[in-house]
């Protein structure tokens, strides 16, 4: 049972490529739609590098507050 429940996800990889047409009509885009989807793609691409930047400063300012509390010396570089 198990080697049936371990091949279902090739089981169905195979029919969903094999079902595939093999010469898919291409879409011709205009050039502001061209640009537009290019934008989205970048836009989509930044928004893990800003989330990551974010939490990085959320981190040293939060280090930071918690030392001052603590009344550490931080050390500097």
Known sequence: MKRLISGIPLFFTATALLAQDASP???????AQAAGVFAAICGMGAIPIVISVALWLWAAIWVTKDANRRQ???LVW
């Open 25 to 31: 009509t291409p879409v011709q885009l205009t050039d």
């Open 72 to 74: 550490s010396q931080m």
